[in-house]
């Protein structure tokens, strides 16, 4: 087993170090640079993308995260109308015609009770569906009209780290697909898309390289109350994932959410005793998650900033840089809320690759 670590403690700090090659891998042959467009081997042609109303996106955990991080990309990118829902409550609610509707089932695993069943709700409806999934023959890849791979590699570690960031980057390539096939995106912001995307895995390197210092902060800080995360936009969807990835490894109050909705209650838990993780990025409106960094900052809790925005520096008091990358930037900032759970857990003795209570694939409801 400790081969198979690669001498690395644990598969979760293997695998979040493996991200830049498996960000390749999802990348690789898929992108046409000059073109401005992806080939993806999916069959959702012009025609068929003309007629579709709403992208509905199902997932859990997670994958769920990804998968609102994929929303605003769509939106942005795309100009589509788009909805996220947790797997376990979703009903269809299809256009008139049901092939108005294409639901995209975001599930690492392929396997996950609630997404499978989401799924199959849709299609029963008459939906078009697409499985994006890392899982090459599982049961979403063979229900679904069709699959799209995220090529991360296999994952052990119970939390995901490198599938959400494959996730993230193959459903930006499904954004420059679907933009560019329904008109609504020019080949000049969709070469620009994909050429943050190329330079993703060295940002994500980038990060990786300042994982000592993470480590630090992470044992600077390991003894709190309980740990807030917060960001607006593409940075909200980071917020929850660094949150839940805190918990399920760490076994430490944590609670992500958009950094607008502090005032309408958290605040109140704000002490010097919780600490405030926050991307300050571009895609996640730095200048107005400063506002609310602000209000944690009078009221004395520690803020670490993952951040690509000057203004934020004299607010924070750790800032972790994050390097220019455009929508792609709170995705990097992720790596490092990832290897901050990571050296908390560590510190705290925990097992890591196998939280209690928790399994890497859930198949029931
Ligand atoms: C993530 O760290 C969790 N282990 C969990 O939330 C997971 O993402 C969820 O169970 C969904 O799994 P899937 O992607 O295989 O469908």
Not at 180 to 187: E, K, V, Y
Not at 248 to 259: C, D, K, L, R, T
Request: aromatic share 6%.
């Amino acid at each position: 087993e400790a081969a198979e670590k690669g001498g690395y403690d644990h598969y979760m700090l293997k695998e979040i170090h493996e991200q830049p090659g498996a960000l390749r891998q999802t990348l690789s042959g898929r992108v046409d640079e000059v073109a401005g467009d992806v080939d993806l081997d999916v069959d959702l042609s012009s025609e068929v993308l003309a007629d579709v109303e709403e992208i509905q996106l199902v997932a859990c955990g997670t994958s769920y995260h990804a998968g609102l991080y994929a929303r605003r990309l769509l939106e942005e990118f795309a100009d589509v109308r788009v909805t996220v829902e947790v797997a376990s409550e979703y009903e269809f609610t299809g256009g008139r015609d049901p092939w108005e509707t294409l639901v995209v089932a975001v599930t690492q695993s392929g396997e996950t009770a609630d997404t499978l069943s989401a799924m199959r709700k849709a299609a029963k409806a008459g939906a078009r569906t697409l499985a994006v999934t890392n899982t090459v023959g599982s049961t979403a890849a063979r229900e679904a009209d069709d699959a799209l791979y995220i090529r991360a590699g296999p994952e052990i570690g119970v939390a995901a780290t490198k599938t959400f960031a494959a996730q993230v980057t193959a459903l930006s390539l499904l954004t420059v697909h679907i933009g560019r096939r329904r008109g609504a995106l020019s080949s000049e912001r969709a070469s620009n898309l994909l050429e943050n995307l190329r330079g993703l895995p060295g940002a994500v390197q980038q990060l990786l390289d300042a994982s000592e210092r993470l480590e630090a902060v992470a044992s600077e800080y390991v003894d709190e109350d309980a740990y807030f995360f917060v960001g607006r936009k593409l940075g909200a969807a980071v917020a929850l994932e660094g949150a839940l990835k805190l918990k399920e490894i760490a076994y430490v109050h944590a609670e992500g959410f958009p950094s607008g909705e502090l005032k309408h209650g958290t605040l109140a838990l704000v002490t010097e005793d919780t600490p405030v993780l926050t991307v300050l990025t571009e895609g996640a409106r730095p200048k107005e998650t400063l506002n609310n960094v602000k209000e944690v900052e009078s009221r004395g809790a520690p803020v670490i900033g993952f951040s690509s925005y000057d203004a934020a520096a004299n607010y924070l008091d750790v800032e972790i840089p994050i390097p220019d990358l455009g929508a792609l930037e709170p995705l990097v900032a992720n790596v490092g809320l990832q290897l901050f759970a990571y050296h908390v857990a560590n510190e705290l003795g925990r097992a890591i690759d196998k939280p209690r209570n928790l399994a890497k694939s859930v198949t029931v409801e």
